[in-house]
């Protein structure tokens, strides 16, 4: 599975944007999906998932703001990301769970769209 995205930008807090990641290639078992970031100097964190089974879920630090949603038709994942704050500045990365659920690690990555929110 190839994952692309795309959306990322520069935003004043409070701004709102919209991540995308399209998948291509064998995409029929892949029932996990997600949404992953990295800050310069600090370790990748997860942000959001979508479990075919188990539905959404988010990191604390960005539930009530984000929300995850999936387009099975168009084969592509989104972030809205809404009351956006300087510390959601990082690279998102969108990463897949092929031949399996939301219970292993992912095993495919995209190769990331930058965020950054300015005060």
């Known amino acids: 599975v190839q994952l692309v995205e795309s959306g990322g930008g520069s935003v004043q807090a409070g701004g709102s944007l919209r991540l995308s990641c399209a998948a291509s290639?064998?995409?029929?078992?892949?029932?996990?999906m997600g949404w992953l970031r990295q800050a310069p100097g600090k370790k990748r964190e997860a942000v959001a998932q979508?479990?075919?089974?188990?539905?959404?879920s988010y990191a604390d630090s960005v539930k009530g703001r984000f929300t995850i949603s999936k387009d099975k038709a168009k084969n592509t994942l989104y972030l809205q990301m809404d009351s956006l704050k300087p510390e959601d500045t990082a690279m998102y990365y969108c990463a897949a769970r092929v031949g399996g659920y939301c219970d292993g690690p992912y095993n495919s990555w995209g190769q990331g769209t930058q965020v950054t929110v300015s005060s």
């Open positions: 979508i479990d075919s089974d188990a539905g959404p």
């Open positions: 290639g064998y995409t029929y078992s892949t029932y996990c």
